[in-house]
C-alpha cells in the first residue's frame, strides 16, 4: 500500500513563491501518472496538475503558467513549484496518483495573504 506525505507548505504574500513536496513510499510511484489536488475551505477537492511516468504535465487553467510539476522517480518524489501566488491559491494541497488511487495523506496548508 503507497503512503502519501506532503510537506512545503506555509505562509506566503501575495505574488510569492513555495515548492512542494510528495514523498510516497512503495514501488508503483515511477509507473503512475501523479498528480497534486487542492482542497479549499469550504470547497471540493479540485485537480492543479498531473504529470506521466514519462514527465508530461498539464495543468488546470487556474495555475497554468505559474506551477511547474516534476518528478524524481529514483527518490519516489513529485514536486510542485508555485510562483506568483494568490489569495486564491490558499487550500490544503494533496498529492495522489492520476486516477486516484491511493489513500489520502494529511496534505500541506498553503496560505496566501499579506
Known amino acids: 500500500q503507497v503512503q502519501l506525505v506532503e510537506s512545503g507548505g506555509g505562509l506566503v504574500q501575495p505574488g510569492g513563491s513555495l515548492r512542494l513536496s510528495c514523498a510516497a513510499s512503495g514501488s508503483s510511484f515511477s509507473a503512475n501518472t501523479m498528480g497534486w489536488y487542492r482542497q479549499a475551505p469550504g470547497k471540493q477537492r479540485e485537480f492543479v496538475a498531473r504529470?506521466?511516468?514519462?514527465?508530461?504535465?498539464n495543468y488546470a487553467d487556474s495555475v497554468k503558467g505559474r506551477f511547474t510539476l516534476s518528478r524524481d522517480n529514483a527518490k519516489n518524489t513529485l514536486y510542485l513549484q508555485m510562483n506568483s501566488l494568490k489569495p486564491e491559491d490558499t487550500a490544503v494541497y494533496y498529492c495522489?496518483?492520476?486516477?486516484?488511487?491511493?489513500?489520502w495523506g494529511q496534505g500541506t496548508q498553503v496560505t496566501v495573504s499579506s
Open positions: 495522489n496518483a492520476f486516477p486516484l488511487a491511493y489513500p
Open positions: 504529470i506521466s511516468s514519462g514527465g508530461f504535465s
